[in-house]
């Protein structure tokens, strides 16, 4: 069974950074992309960023390029997001997803930008 959980979420002044990670299990992520997607309240669900597991190569949204950084240490399990350069609009539920036949799903971990 596969099952994604998110974590290192909190509140963060604007400006300034955060990490969220995403464990998965039931699966090797040598096999299967990893994608991060925010909602915040009143809003859709968005793609933020996605990384390959063909060649770890990157996808980003344009609301998060050049502040956020998705990676994969060590080909391991896990998949991190690093945030920079915080902003009150990136205040959301953060979820990653792998799509293994259908869309598994993480709890999700709350962001919160403010001062």
């Known amino acids: 069974q596969v099952h994604l959980v998110e974590s290192g979420g909190g509140l963060v002044q604007p400006g300034g950074s955060l990490g969220i990670s995403c464990a998965v299990s039931?699966?090797?992520?040598?096999?299967?992309?990893v994608a991060w997607f925010r909602q915040a309240p009143g809003k859709e669900r968005e793609g933020i960023s996605c990384?390959?597991?063909?060649?770890?190569?990157?996808y980003y949204a344009d609301s998060v390029k050049d502040r956020f950084t998705i990676s994969r240490p060590n080909a391991k399990n896990t998949v991190f997001l690093q945030m920079n350069d915080l902003k009150p609009e990136d205040t959301a539920v953060y979820y990653c997803?792998?799509?293994?036949?259908?869309?598994?799903w993480g709890q999700g971990t709350q962001v919160t930008v403010s001062s």
């Open positions: 990384i390959s597991a063909f060649d770890g190569s990157t």
């Open positions: 039931g699966l090797s992520l040598d096999h299967y992309a």
């Open positions: 997803n792998v799509r293994r036949d259908t869309d598994h």
